[in-house]
């Protein structure tokens, strides 16, 4: 899968979002190293601290189904004219799995660019620094 067929299914995403509080759809699109794709958008709620965003989703959704050292690329994609960065939880839970994952952030025209998760956290905290504990 080309990066732009991701950012392209990432946008298909915010049609799903459920964003009646923020108006702010969000939709991801994060890729395996075996080619299998995993979709989220944002889920929010009343109770604004059980809100998930689209990254989370799309995460967990890997997760569940066995994918927690192959992940390669996650695309998201919102409909504003500004990049969509993922927020600090979500770079925090990537974190766990992929410290250098690439990321492509998007505008609504689906134009985007790539960074990588340990350039948006140069000194995140992740399994490594519990090995010592253990």
Known sequence: M???????????MLERAYAPYSHFPVGAALLCRDGQVFTGCNVENAAYGQCLCAERTALVK?????????????AVISRGDEFCWPCGACRQMLYEFQPNLRILVARSDQTYKEVTLDQL????????HLKEFQ
């Open 2 to 12: 080309t990066d732009r067929e991701l950012v392209s299914l990432a946008h298909t």
């Open 62 to 74: 890997a997760v569940s189904e066995g994918h927690t050292s192959d992940l390669d690329t996650l």
């Open 121 to 128: 956290m140069p000194h995140g905290f992740g399994p490594k």
